[in-house]
């Protein structure tokens, strides 16, 4: 049964950190692209970030250059490392994993490419 477990989520000031975890299980993950979604609330899914099994990572213009995604197969986890959060950066966030090991073009960022979603982990930004 495959499961993706998210955690790391929480309460921050702006301008600070904070690192997600998506550990996973069920799979195995370095046969999988990974995703992040993030859901504020009002607002439609958007895409955060993902990256593929040969470590090709991309990002929404959002997020660009404070986000970075990383993977650990043997942990069978995937990271977001969040930097110099903002205020709208708080949401639910959600990790994802396709049932191919890469995705193309702009493929990465449409939610019906992923087959399997966590149940995601809330980051509230305050001033």
């Known amino acids: 049964q495959v499961q993706l477990v998210e955690s790391g989520g929480g309460l921050v000031q702006a301008g600070g950190s904070l690192r997600l975890s998506c550990v996973v299980s069920g799979f195995r993950l370095g046969q999988h692209a990974i995703g992040w979604f993030r859901q504020a609330t009002g607002k439609e899914r958007e895409p955060v970030s993902c990256?593929?099994?040969?470590?090709?990572?991309y990002y929404s213009d959002s997020v660009k250059g404070r986000f970075t995604i990383s993977r650990d197969n043997a942990k069978s986890t995937v990271y977001l490392q969040m930097n110099s959060l903002k205020l709208e950066d708080t949401a639910v966030y959600y990790c994802a994993a396709a049932d191919l090991p890469k995705l193309w073009g702009s493929s990465w960022s449409t939610q019906k490419s992923y087959d399997y979603w966590g149940q995601g982990t809330q980051v509230t930004v305050s001033s």
């Open positions: 990256i593929t099994d040969d470590v090709s990572t």
